[in-house]
């Protein structure tokens, strides 16, 4: 199943051609974040695993509905959410 195509334009922009990070050098992760696209419109999603490339980019495995894709994490545009905790 394809996420919607707003989503996959989100990720798309995210990705920046971005190839999957190989298994082995993958964190794997839970944690759900706001992800904002260039309108400032916030998305809900998930990241589910962290890995970082040769030139020390750090990559996230992004999920935005049913989609996704490995992005460089940037953080003024995929925040953290807090899950619990007082």
Not at 8 to 35: I, K, M
Not at 69 to 74: F, T
Request: with cysteine; charged share 15%.
């Amino acid at each position: 199943m394809s996420g919607t195509p707003a989503a996959e334009d989100l990720l798309n922009d995210l990705s920046q051609g971005r190839n999957p990070a190989p298994q082995q050098d993958v964190t794997p992760a839970y944690q759900p974040v706001a992800v904002y696209d260039r309108s400032g419109t916030s998305w809900p999603g998930t990241i589910t695993g962290w890995s970082t490339t040769g030139d020390q980019s750090i990559l996230c495995h992004l999920k935005i509905r049913t989609s996704a894709r490995w992005v460089i994490y940037n953080p003024d545009r995929i925040l953290p959410l807090v899950q619990g905790g007082t």
